[in-house]
């Protein structure tokens, strides 16, 4: 147990039973981090590349995974929709989350409740968020039952149901219960921002508006990143939510790619068209992530 | 940085505005930029909380009012039944015997989920903030990437990693998943809380001859279990609200309550019964909304630590 402290204390041992403890107690985190995380990822890389089927087998066919994934009608859509989701959930979710993080910044009274009202949907999971909103947008019982016994017979409003916007149907869903953890993260932000900024805006009659859009975002550029890449690494995993919600129906319209892996891998003993598509998420997540590590690096060293 | 607690500024200046230099406003409680504020606010809360109050109100009524009413109205006549039936005997396939099944899988998986993947991820942390080696820094910036990398990259190599353990589709290899996904995000947590423990009180227990162990359970545990709690926090709702490892990971018998009750409520066979369906949603989301309303600020805390200071 104090070998650490008494090999130190006395000379210097070979490099490697240096700090011996430490090492140890890191063992776990290096697991991981070598065997599953990098591991894993090459290993469903590599064999994304092969005829695999019921069991990953290393037989080797070049690209034909990624161009059957391709021309696959079932990926297309769930690319599609990640593309509907992702942009809408990234703009929505901003702009609503600094918009509550800047009105619960004026000083007002319960901050605490309004606070813990919108983040409650956070806390609760996307399988529990995406059934009650699947029965809050039933067409027979919910929103447009009760719209239409109040009198407007002809209301319409059953996107589970549409395939042309089922998609924004799952969107309601996904930002009631993320938009809370973006106004936190902003409302951390704003907090952080000097009290003398404010003041010497107000001493320079700037209004409001035009000192947080110029002044108070362009400060807060970390935090919209870091909010950005949080976003973004959430929406390439959407999965629960549109299980629960529709179990990606009607037909087809709502798949989305992590749903399209699963089913390849565990319903359709296809495994081949799961490690490709998952292959084809890791990218995506990449193209965010690279940019960013550089950006946070950069920083890093120059402090 | 995330300093909560300045709504108590010594003079409470009601607005950032100033429209012209005449010092300090007189307060008016409703003015109409109050009248703003308060007013979007409500509303928000009001879009907020709808959602919980429909699931109450459903799961407290009889089926036959709910086809005549609408879902917001208050329940006339008051039944627990749905919940009894939610809990106890709800069928998932050929299963009736409800959602305390998944509930007690669900407590099985979570504990031993949390206490490892805490023990392990704070003696991580604690080693990368006071202990460096050589080559930490790149195990862990690999470890931070792996928490970007979407779960379906690795999701079969697991599989073969648990088959080969022997644990495939069983609580344990759940248990272990939870504690392997769990660790980025726990061991940056930590990191980061040892790293602002002041230096001297380390050197001073190294000068006193404490070794890796001894600083850790007698200086670094007890002065950081806030930390232990926003972590424990993390971990419970996160565990108690997966699905995918759920799924992918175990066998019907011992399916976490997110996926018993999905499989309970979007099951094609026999008539709906929504007020089941929303009983059962709700004691599903019951766990980590008492853990929420609970904690209070650690749990914000615990966001903003894993979020913001990254």
Redesign the interface.
């Known amino acids: ?6 090999a130190a ?1 006395s000379q210097r041992p070979i ?1 490697l039973f ?2 011996k ?3 140890i ?2 063992i ?3 697991l ?10 090459i ?2 890389i590599v ?1 994304s590349f092969t005829k695999s089927r019921l069991l ?1 087998r290393a037989d080797f066919i070049g690209l034909d995974q990624y161009e059957r994934l391709w021309s696959s009608s079932k990926w297309m859509i769930a690319i599609e929709n990640l593309i509907i989701f992702g942009l809408c959930s990234l703009v929505f979710s901003l702009v609503i989350g600094f918009v ?1 993080a800047a ?2 910044d ?3 009274r319960f ?2 409740t ?16 995406g ?6 947008l ?1 067409p027979d ?2 929103i447009q ?2 719209v239409r ?1 109040a009198g407007w017979e002809s209301f319409s409003f059953d996107p589970l149901n549409n395939q042309a916007i089922v998609i924004y149907g799952i969107l309601i869903a996904g930002l ?1 219960q993320g938009t ?2 973006i106004m ?2 902003m ?3 704003l ?2 921002i000097d009290e003398d900024i ?1 003041k010497a805006a ?1 001493v320079d009659g700037i ?2 508006w035009k000192t947080y859009i110029f002044i108070v975002i362009p400060m807060m550029r970390p ?1 919209f990143v ?2 950005l ?2 976003i973004a ?1 959430g929406i ?2 959407l ?2 939510l549109v ?2 919600q529709t ?1 990606g129906g009607p037909g087809i319209a709502s798949e989305v ?2 749903k399209y ?2 089913d390849a ?2 319903l359709s003993q296809n ?1 081949g068209q ?2 490709a ?3 084809m ?2 990218l995506a ?1 990449l193209i965010v ?1 690279i940019p960013w ?1 550089y950006m946070e690096f950069g920083g890093r060293q120059r402090d | ?4 607690t ?2 108590n ?1 010594p003079h ?3 607005t ?3 429209d012209g230099p005449s010092g300090a406003k007189p307060k008016r409680a409703i003015s109409p930029r109050n009248v703003f ?2 007013g ?2 409500l509303l ?2 009001v ?6 109050y ?2 109450i109100v ?1 799961s407290l009524k009889g089926m036959p009012e ?2 005549l009413g ?3 109205a208050p329940p006339v006549e008051v039944t627990f039944e749905p919940w009894v039936k939610a809990w106890a005997t709800a069928c998932t396939g050929l299963n009736c015997d409800g959602l305390s099944r998944g509930f007690w899988n669900s407590v099985q998986i979570t504990v031993p989920s949390v206490i490892l993947s805490i023990a ?1 991820a704070s ?2 942390g ?3 903030a006071n ?4 080559g ?1 820094d790149v ?2 910036t ?2 931070i ?2 928490a ?11 599989v ?2 648990l088959r080969e353990l022997g644990i495939y589709g069983t609580l344990w290899g759940l248990i272990l998943v939870h504690t ?1 996904f769990g ?1 980025p995000i726990l ?1 940056l947590l930590f990191r980061n809380y040892f790293t602002s423990v002041p230096e001297e009180l380390f050197k001073a227990a ?1 000068v006193d ?6 600083i850790y359970f007698k200086i670094m545990l007890p002065m950081s279990l806030p930390i232990f709690v926003v972590a424990m926090i993390i971990q419970i ?1 996160g565990v ?5 490892f759920g799924v ?1 990971y175990t066998k019907p018998d011992v399916y976490p309550m ?1 996926v018993q ?2 499989n309970i ?2 099951s094609v066979q026999g008539v709906k019964e ?1 007020n089941v ?2 009983a059962a ?1 709700i004691i ?2 019951l766990v ?2 008492i ?3 609970v904690s ?1 600020k650690l ?2 805390r615990g ?2 630590a894993g ?2 200071k ?1």
Not at chain 1, 32 to 41: I, K, Q
Not at chain 2, 209 to 214: D, V
Request: hydrophobic fraction near 55%; glycine fraction near 6%.
């Open positions: 147990m104090t070998t650490t402290s008494t204390a490099r240096r700090n403890a430490a090492k107690a890191a776990p985190m290096i991981t981090a070598l065997v599953v995380f990098m591991g894993g990822t290993w469903t064999f990953p509550l009105l619960l004026q000083k007002i901050e605490n309004f606070r813990t009202i919108m983040l409650y949907p956070f806390a609760l999971s996307f399988i529990v968020t059934l009650v909103w699947q029965w809050i039933n019982f919910g039952h009760v016994s009631w809370g953890l936190c993260l409302l951390a932000g907090r952080g404010w107000r209004p409001a935090v870091t909010t890449v949080i690494s390439v995993r999965y629960d299980v629960a179990s790619p992590a892996v699963y891998m565990f495994l799961g490690f598509g998952s292959t998420m890791l997540v992530l590590a | 940085m995330t300093d909560v300045s709504l500024a409470a200046v009601t950032r505005r100033l504020i308060y979007t606010l928000v809360s879009y907020y909380l709808l959602p919980l429909v699931m459903t709910i086809r609408n879902i917001f392990i003696v991580n604690y080693a990368l202990w460096r080696f050589k930490a195990f862990f690999i470890l990437f792996g970007f990398i979407p779960y379906q990259v690795m999701l079969y190599p697991i073969i990693l392997i660790m061991t190294r001859g404490a070794g890796f162990w001894g709702t108690w609200n997966d699905f995918l992918v997110t009750l999905n409520v979007n929504y369906n929303m949603t599903t989301g980590p909304l853990v929420y309303f209070g749990f914000v966001i903003a979020a913001v990254g």
